[in-house]
């Protein structure tokens, strides 16, 4: 199994030379003329729906299975937005998941929704790359050292992103939050074993501030596991290999979308409107 260390000696030795090609100075110019980030934290928490949906393009599995002959990354992000996911997810990390910037070019091009970027972020000229090629959102790992995780986050949110630190424990839920998270993913896959764990959302989520969007990453299978959810506190849910193994990505996307709309999860206020 390969370890977040060695992940992270990776995506540095693949920085540098993606750096020597593309240097800081660069990509800085390039961020100043792209179009500004979209609010993501406020698409995040639309009024009118307990939960919303993150559905996320990708090339191989958590457990390492190939997915990259299901389609084309900018195909099934125009699937996941016609099917109302509020954002997607396309994952860029190439040394275990096969991904690249061009998915994430091919995915911003496809959709008007917010792109999150999830990868193994580990030095700001990622957080620059990752805004140049269009990044709205980009995600963190509570994980790495908490000096560096801060100052991560303080640059994303400085170049209009949202930051999503995942957590896969309470102590790693504290640390992202107290580093400056606006908003934490709770993996329910256990990063030693891959097992899947739908309990972990709501044991790690509790000790989080509302102020912070909380986001059930993983462990999705169907419109129940939304509700499920959205029950134990969550805001959004992301979802990848069941959507694209699905034998209609829209039409399952929807699906979710629809139980996080679901009547009996709103306040009484906005079940009235509806």
């Known amino acids: 199994m390969i370890g977040f260390e060695d992940l992270t000696l990776a995506a540095r030795a693949a920085v540098a030379v993606r750096e020597q090609l593309v240097p800081l100075s660069e990509l800085r110019r390039l961020v100043h003329s792209c179009p500004t980030a979209q609010d993501a934290a406020a698409i ?3 009024s009118g729906r307990a939960v919303s949906v993150i559905a996320e393009v990708k090339r191989a599995t958590a457990t390492f299975a190939d997915l990259s002959g299901v389609g084309d990354p900018g195909v ?16 860029t990390e190439p040394s275990r998941a096969h991904g690249s ?9 496809a959709v008007e929704a917010p792109v999150l970027v999830n990868d193994v972020i580990v030095t700001p000229y990622q957080v620059h790359e990752a ?13 790495l050292e908490p000096i560096v995780l801060e100052s991560l986050i303080e640059r994303t949110h400085s170049l209009g992103m949202l930051a999503v630190v995942e957590a896969h424990s309470r102590r790693e839920a504290i640390t992202a939050a107290e580093s400056g998270g606006r908003a934490i993913a709770v993996d329910a896959r256990d990063p030693r074993t891959l097992r899947v764990d ?5 044991q790690v989520a509790e000790v989080l501030p509302r102020s912070i969007i909380r986001i059930a990453a993983g462990g999705v299978r169907g419109p129940h596991d939304v509700m499920r959810y959205a029950r134990s506190g969550a805001d959004v849910v ?13 039409r399952f996307v929807a699906e979710l979308v629809a139980a996080g709309s679901h009547p009996a999860l709103l306040p009484p206020a906005h079940r009235e409107v509806l």
């Not at 099934?76 to 994952?91: I, M, N, P």
């Open 76 to 91: 099934l992000a125009r699937f996941y937005e016609a099917g109302g996911a509020a954002c997607v997810s396309v994952v």
């Open 101 to 109: 910037l061009a998915d994430l070019n091919a995915v911003r091009a």
């Open 198 to 202: 739908r309990c972990r959302f709501e």
């Open 44 to 46: 995040l928490r639309t």
């Open 131 to 143: 805004r140049a090629h269009g990044a709205d959102l980009l995600t963190l790992d509570a994980r």
């Open 238 to 250: 992301l979802v990848g290999e069941a959507v694209i193994r699905s034998a209609d990505p829209q």
